[in-house]
């Protein structure tokens, strides 16, 4: 079964997922609730709603439907029982506890999860993954994104029906609540810039792929990241200019056990077009037989260079401090 299922298809970042997919040449299969626009995309279609997937023929599902955490529990579930590989773009740290939750259900069927295939937790992942990777006895992660230009309508919805009261970091390889007022400078390349600490999925995904046993995640906004207002009014999602003329960036210092920090700086293309690229990627990939039953990680899967596959994107390694 080497067909490519995209639920979701018909919103801004599933679109771009469903092209980027075909011109990789994948048999894609679009699906959703509304007919109309998946026969608007020029594809083969299926409509349903998460609670009746109809993954027949289908190798590979990947979930472009927030927020996640409406669709991520029925349709994991659903690729379980048919026997079919779950990906998706969450950028909810409930999703990825619910694919540790399933892990041995899914490995007893077969099954990967590989939740975040695309966007910050696969540039988040291959980052820390890369400077981890240089130390002996890594302690500890401190990891940031600089987080440039708009947001689209659903990241915005999901965003505001997802927002976690905790701030939590992993200490000692537990989730612990931490102070939200733990605002601290990073450099993203262009001199130091104050980042609040936020509960971002890479404290699961960093933990799995790396097993560090102390590791917290911050942010720092520029532009109109998180924008206000009636969220339902808002565009689509950013245009191709603005994507443009918004580059995302990563930072990340890890603390060997000899107290040394070693520092290195991802650059790479504005999230939304990182996204659905990276999604179409990994599923490529997952079809062509990079596979491992269970709750995966994109750096633990493809390597600690898979995000440097993707589009203009480039880590450059700091001195160690």
């Not at 600089?146 to 000692?172: K, P, Q």
């Not at 939200?180 to 810039?193: H, L, T």
């Amino acid at each position: 079964m080497k067909k490519l299922m995209i639920y979701g298809a018909t919103g801004y970042t599933g679109r771009m997922a469903a092209l980027h997919a075909k011109q990789a040449g994948l048999d894609v299969v679009v699906a959703g609730r509304d007919e109309a626009a998946l026969a608007e995309l020029g594809t083969a279609y299926r409509v349903f709603n998460v609670d009746a997937a109809d993954l027949t023929d289908i190798g590979v599902l990947l979930n472009c439907a927030g927020p996640f955490m409406r669709t991520a529990a029925p349709l994991m579930q659903a690729a379980i029982r048919n026997g079919v590989h779950y990906l998706d773009i969450a950028a909810e740290l409930d999703s990825y506890r619910l694919a540790e939750a399933l892990d041995a259900e899914a490995r007893a069927a077969g099954v990967m999860l590989l939740p975040g295939s695309g966007g910050s937790v696969a540039m988040l992942g291959s980052l820390a993954g890369h400077v981890a990777a240089r130390v002996a006895q890594p302690k500890k992660i401190a990891i940031a994104l600089h987080v440039s230009g708009s947001m689209s309508r659903g990241s915005a919805i999901s965003a505001t029906e997802n927002l976690t009261t905790a701030c939590l970091a992993r200490i000692g390889g537990e989730l612990t609540e931490r102070s939200a007022d733990d605002i601290r400078p990073f450099d993203f390349g262009k001199g130091q810039v104050a980042c609040f600490p936020v509960t971002l999925p890479d404290l699961v995904t960093i933990w799995h792929a790396t097993q560090v046993p102390d590791i917290e995640t911050f942010v720092h906004v520029s532009g109109d990241a998180f924008p206000s207002g009636d969220l339902s009014a808002l565009p689509d999602g950013p245009t191709d200019e603005q994507r443009a003329a918004n580059r995302y960036q990563a930072t990340v210092e890890v603390t060997g056990a000899d107290g040394v920090i070693h520092r290195a700086v991802l650059d790479t293309v504005n999230g939304y077009t990182f996204t659905p690229l990276a999604a179409a990627e990994a599923a490529r990939r997952v079809l062509a037989g990079e596979v491992r039953p269970g709750f995966q990680t994109p750096a633990g899967l493809f390597g600690n260079g898979f995000a440097e596959t993707i589009a203009d994107t480039v880590i450059v390694d700091g001195e160690a401090a």
